[in-house]
C-alpha cells in the first residue's frame, strides 16, 4: 500500500509540472499553442471517457459490488458538477452561452470551461477543480497502480486545457501575465491535499477508498462529454474536424492499450 501511495504522489506532482510547463509556454508562445489545444482537447476527450466508461467504472463495481449506490453515486457526482458549475456561473454573472460561429469558437477554444468573470470566481472553480483530480489519481492508485497511471493521463491530458483556460481568462481580466500564471499554476496545489484526504482514508482500508470510483467515474463523463466536447462542436474546417476525430479516437485507443499491458 506504501508503494501505491509514493506512487500516486509523484503522479499527482508529475500532471501539476505538465501544467505549469503548459502554462509557462502559453506565456511564450501563445499563437501555436491556441492552434494545438483543440487536438490536445479531443485528446483529452478519448481519454477520460475511456477511463471513466471502461476502467473506473468496472474498478468500482468489482470492489464495491454492482450494486444500486454506486450507481446513484455516478450520476449524483454529475448533477453536483452541473450545479456547482450553474453556481459559479450565476455567481460571476456571466452566461455560458456558445461561440455565435465556428472562427469565435475557434478562437475561444483555449479558454477550457470555466467562464467566470471575477478572478476569485474563477480560482474557487478550478481550486474545486484539481482536488477532484487528486483524489481521482489517488484513489485509482490504491485500487489498481496501472488504472491509477492512465487516471494519471487522464487527468494530465485535461489539466493542460484546464490551466491554459484558466490563465487566459485571468489576463482577459485584467491581471498581469506573471501574476496570472503563478495564480493558475497554484490553483492546482490542490490536488496534493485531495491525494492526502485519499492517502490518510486509505490507511484504514481500501473499501472506503473505493467509494470514490464512482466519483471519479462521473466526474470524467462529465467533464469530457459536458465541459470538454461541446467546446469542439464550433470547428467547421473538414480538415480540422477529421483531425479532432482522430485524435479523439486516438485518446480511446490510449487509453484502452495501457491497460492491455501484460499485468495489468
Known amino acids: 500500500m506504501q508503494s ?21 509556454s502559453l506565456h511564450r508562445s501563445d499563437a501555436w499553442l491556441r492552434r494545438a489545444l483543440p487536438y490536445v482537447i479531443s485528446l483529452a476527450v478519448g481519454v477520460l471517457l475511456a477511463t471513466g466508461a471502461v476502467h473506473l467504472l468496472p474498478e468500482a ?7 444500486t449506490a454506486v450507481w446513484i453515486t455516478l450520476v449524483v457526482t454529475m448533477l453536483a458538477l452541473f450545479s456547482f458549475e450553474k453556481i459559479i456561473h450565476m455567481v460571476s454573472g ?19 470551461h470555466h467562464h467566470a468573470s471575477r478572478p476569485a470566481t474563477l480560482l474557487l472553480g478550478s481550486i474545486t477543480h484539481s482536488l477532484i483530480d ?13 488504472v491509477g497511471w492512465v487516471t494519471a493521463l487522464a487527468v494530465g491530458l485535461h489539466e493542460i486545457p484546464h490551466r491554459l483556460g484558466d490563465f487566459a481568462l485571468l489576463v482577459h481580466m485584467g491581471i498581469a501575465r506573471g501574476r496570472a500564471a503563478l495564480l493558475a499554476i497554484g490553483a492546482g496545489g490542490s490536488s496534493l491535499f485531495g491525494w492526502g484526504i485519499v492517502a490518510a482514508v486509505g490507511q484504514h482500508g481500501l473499501h472506503r477508498v473505493a467509494w470514490l470510483l464512482p466519483v471519479s467515474a462521473g466526474s470524467f ?8 466536447l461541446p467546446e469542439l462542436q464550433g470547428e467547421r474546417r473538414p480538415k480540422a474536424v477529421l483531425w479532432q476525430i482522430l485524435c479523439l479516437a486516438a485518446g480511446i485507443a490510449l487509453a484502452l492499450g495501457l491497460t492491455s499491458i501484460p499485468g495489468a
Do not use: C, K, M, W
Not at 134 to 146: C, D, L, R
Open 4 to 24: 501505491r501511495i509514493i506512487e500516486s504522489l509523484i503522479a499527482v506532482i508529475g500532471v501539476q509540472v505538465l501544467a505549469a510547463i503548459a502554462v509557462t
Open 61 to 67: 463495481i468489482e470492489a464495491l459490488g454492482n450494486r
Open 94 to 112: 456571466v452566461s455560458a452561452e456558445p461561440a455565435a460561429d465556428a472562427d469565435e469558437a475557434h478562437e475561444q477554444g483555449y479558454h477550457d
Open 134 to 146: 487528486g483524489t481521482s489519481i489517488a484513489a485509482a492508485f490504491a485500487i489498481n497502480p496501472h
Open 221 to 228: 463523463l462529465y467533464i469530457s462529454l459536458v465541459d470538454l
